[in-house]
């Protein structure tokens, strides 16, 4: 479970989720960040998933990610994309806002679901 959970994390980090990329993700996984089972992913879900993924990939728990936790699922121009100060690290605040943007982008009706 915890390798599907981050391979929805490497796709979200990866650059800004469609629609198309959320339906295609895994039914398994999406039923598990879908937490009251409606089909749609809400900001309540995706940032407690964001949350959870966040948590597993910093493996020394200092609160950053380091190219080293980041590099089973982040590629250098990914990883550099995120790290917006560019100090090689990817801080909460960087995370969320990455996540924050990933989810406005795939929420094209405005609505604060992802169907």
Excluded: C, W
């Amino acid at each position: 479970m915890k390798s599907g959970i981050l391979t929805v994390a490497l796709v979200l980090l990866a650059s800004a989720v469609s629609a198309e990329t959320v339906a295609e993700l895994h039914e398994r996984e999406l039923n598990a960040i879908d937490a009251n089972n409606d089909g749609f992913l809400s900001k309540d879900e995706f940032n407690a998933f964001s949350d959870y993924a966040f948590q597993a990939m910093d493996e020394d728990k200092n609160g950053t990610l380091g190219m080293a936790e980041a590099k089973p699922f982040l590629d250098i121009k990914q990883f550099q994309n995120v790290d917006r100060n560019n100090d090689s690290v990817i801080s909460r605040a960087e995370y969320d806002a990455q996540m924050n943007d990933d989810f406005s982008a795939a929420d094209q009706d405005g609505n604060g679901l992802l169907d």
